[in-house]
C-alpha cells in the first residue's frame, strides 16, 4: 500500500532563479544549468559591489593614520571607521575629531601655449605652492583665489627642482580655475584626520597653550589637557586673533609640535568634511568606540 503524504507536509519550494537569468528567459535566451549558475554568482557579486559603494561613499570609510600628529588621541598605526552620515543631518562641534581631504600636492602638467600661464612662464613639473602668498588647502581655494583675481594679477610661488620661484599671471575676467589661465594640472588629495578648534565667523587665538575663541578660554578644549604650542616661525594663522572665513573650519593636531595644520596652511572649506572618526578597530587594545561615540573619551 502507497503511503500517503502527511497532510500539513508542505513542499519544498524551489529558489527563484537570479533576477538576470529571468530577464533571460522572458526574452527567449535559453541558457545550460552551469550557465545559469555562473550568472547567479555574477549577479551576487555585483549587488555586492554597488552596496559597498554606497556605504563607502555614503556611510562609513575605513582608514589608517600613519603620523603622530594627533597623539594622545589617535596613535601611528591606529585603524577606524569614520562616520560619514551624520554630517548630513548636523554640524559637527568644535572640540570634534573630524576627517577632511587635504590638497598636499598641485603639480602642473602642461602649459597651454599663448595663454596667460604660459607667459607668466609658468613650467610642466612646476609645483604650485601659494597663491596670493596663501598656501592652498583644497581645490574650492584654489577656484576662489582665482575668481577673486578676475581682471587683475594673481600672484604665485612654484617649486621648480628643489628651488622657489615667483611670478604672477593675468586672471581672465571669466576664470574659475586653474584651465581658464592654461594649465593643465594633477592634484594629490589625502584624508587628514584633526580636532576641529573654530567654525566659519569666529576668531581664534593660541596662546599660553590655551585657544581662545572669540577672546574667551575654549573650555571643551581646555578639559582635555593639551597645551596648544606656537613656536613655528612658519605658523601663520591663529598664533594672533584670526578670523576663520564664513563656510571653513580650522583644525589642530593635539600634538601640535608635529602637526601640519591650520596655523600653517589656513582653512578647510566646509565642503571638504568626510566626517568623523567612531569606532577603533586596530589595535585590538584600543577597539571599540571613540571621539565621544556611545559615551566614549573625545580624547
Not at 8 to 37: A, M, N, Q, T
Not at 144 to 154: N, T
Not at 250 to 276: M, Q
Request: no cysteine; charged share 25%; glycine share 10%.
Amino acid at each position: 500500500m502507497k503511503r500517503r503524504p502527511w497532510p500539513f507536509r508542505r513542499r519544498k519550494k524551489e529558489p527563484k532563479p537570479p533576477w538576470i537569468v529571468r530577464l533571460l528567459r522572458r526574452r527567449g535566451v535559453r541558457l545550460s544549468p552551469r550557465g545559469e549558475w555562473a550568472l547567479g554568482w555574477l549577479e551576487t557579486l555585483v549587488f555586492a559591489g554597488v552596496a559597498a559603494f554606497l556605504i563607502i561613499s555614503f556611510v562609513t570609510v575605513r582608514m589608517s593614520v600613519p603620523t603622530g600628529s594627533m597623539i594622545p588621541s589617535v596613535l601611528p598605526g591606529d585603524s577606524f571607521f569614520v562616520d560619514r552620515i551624520s554630517y548630513y543631518f548636523t554640524e559637527p562641534d568644535v572640540g570634534d575629531i573630524i576627517v577632511f581631504w587635504f590638497l598636499e600636492e598641485l603639480r602642473v602638467q602642461s602649459v597651454e601655449r599663448g595663454t596667460a600661464a604660459s607667459q607668466a612662464g609658468i613650467l610642466p613639473g612646476d609645483v604650485i605652492r601659494t597663491l596670493e602668498g596663501e598656501p592652498v588647502a583644497s581645490m574650492l581655494t584654489v577656484a576662489r583665489r582665482i575668481e577673486a583675481a578676475r581682471g587683475g594679477e594673481l600672484s604665485m610661488v612654484l617649486l621648480r627642482q628643489g628651488r622657489f620661484v615667483e611670478t604672477a599671471v593675468r586672471v581672465p575676467a571669466d576664470a574659475s580655475e586653474l584651465r581658464s589661465l592654461g594649465i593643465a594640472h594633477s592634484a594629490r588629495r589625502v584624508r587628514y584626520v584633526k580636532r576641529l578648534i573654530a567654525v566659519g565667523g569666529q576668531t581664534v587665538h593660541l596662546e599660553g597653550g590655551n585657544v581662545l575663541l572669540d577672546g574667551v578660554i575654549l573650555e571643551d578644549v581646555a578639559e582635555l589637557g593639551l597645551s596648544y604650542w606656537t613656536g613655528d616661525a612658519g605658523m601663520r594663522y591663529g598664533v594672533r586673533p584670526t578670523e576663520v572665513p564664513e563656510g571653513h573650519y580650522f583644525v589642530l593636531g593635539d600634538n601640535t609640535r608635529d602637526s601640519y595644520d591650520s596655523r600653517y596652511w589656513g582653512f578647510v572649506p566646509v565642503e571638504e568634511l568626510i566626517g568623523a572618526p567612531f569606532f577603533r578597530i586596530w589595535p585590538l587594545g584600543r577597539f571599540g568606540p571613540m571621539n565621544g561615540y556611545f559615551w566614549s573619551s573625545r580624547l
